[in-house]
């Protein structure tokens, strides 16, 4: 499961970023998507989060790797301030059954993406 989360022309960018997760997997489902204030670095405008559930026959490190390549081919800009605004976010949250990302716990729109998805997901 993969974490989707943008503030700058959100609409636009997780659009986009949907089509282009669609040619490297399967997308499965796709839960709501929800409002969210920034975290760590305020003065920006909200989020727009929530997560895609896919398939993927690629290894771990190989997903990840193309997580990047979209967020980059998006306009995502990589800088000092990891909280800062961006066209496009995408973690990996869930791997084979198995939450990876720690946020999880401490974001409810995550843990509520999760729960949508994956509900037999103990978390």
């Not at 997308?27 to 405008?45: C, H, R, W, Y």
């Not at 800088?79 to 869930?94: E, F, M, Q, S």
């Amino acid at each position: 499961m993969i974490g989707v989360g943008s503030n700058i022309d959100a609409q636009r960018w997780i659009s986009e970023g949907r089509e282009k997760i669609r040619r490297v997997c399967k997308l499965k489902a796709e839960s709501d998507f929800v409002t969210t204030a920034p975290i760590g670095f305020t003065n920006q405008p909200d989020f727009v989060n929530g997560a895609w559930l896919v398939e993927t026959e690629m290894h771990r490190e190989d997903l990840e790797s193309a997580l990047h390549t979209i967020e980059a081919q998006c306009g995502r800009v990589r800088t000092a301030n990891k909280y800062g605004p961006r066209t496009l976010d995408l973690d990996l949250i869930v791997w084979d059954g198995e939450v990876v990302d720690e946020d999880v716990y401490d974001r409810p729109f995550l843990k509520e993406a999760v729960q949508m998805l994956l509900p037999g997901l103990f978390i």
